[in-house]
């Protein structure tokens, strides 16, 4: 069983930045795979970033967010991050942390387990 627990969303303008933190309970951290999710106002979830147990590799949805988020993870804190740079107004929405149970990068990412999420919202 995993706790996921997301901080470090809020409101920014357009071209900030946010650093999003995902909190997981357990001592089996380090065996999980871990993502970000995002769910704008009236949209389907969709996937963001994903890194592998042991960081060494990463995945991200697309060009658009790939030159600008950067996802990491610290196992010795169990914690995953999401940095996000240059934001912009469609990058609106909850961002959800979420973990999969693989010492690989499974693609796609299929999660075992979600947190609730944290707001972000990008003003102009």
């Known amino acids: 069983q995993v706790q996921l627990v997301e901080s470090g969303g809020g409101l920014v303008q357009t071209g900030g930045s946010l650093t999003l933190s995902c909190a997981a309970s357990?001592?089996?951290?380090?065996?999980?795979?871990m993502a970000w999710f995002r769910q704008a106002p009236g949209k389907e979830r969709e996937f963001v970033a994903a890194?592998?147990?042991?960081?060494?590799?990463?995945?991200y949805a697309a060009s658009a967010v790939k030159r600008r988020f950067t996802i990491t993870r610290d196992n010795a804190k169990n914690t995953v991050y999401l940095q996000m740079n240059s934001l912009k107004s469609e990058d609106t929405a909850v961002y959800l942390c979420?973990?999969?149970?693989?010492?690989?990068?499974?693609?796609?990412?299929?999660?075992?387990?979600w947190g609730q999420g944290t707001q972000v919202t990008v003003s102009s």
């Open positions: 979420a973990a999969a149970a693989s010492t690989g990068l499974p693609c796609p990412f299929s999660p075992g387990y």
């Open positions: 357990g001592r089996t951290f380090s065996r999980y795979a």
């Open positions: 890194i592998s147990s042991n960081g060494r590799s990463t995945h």
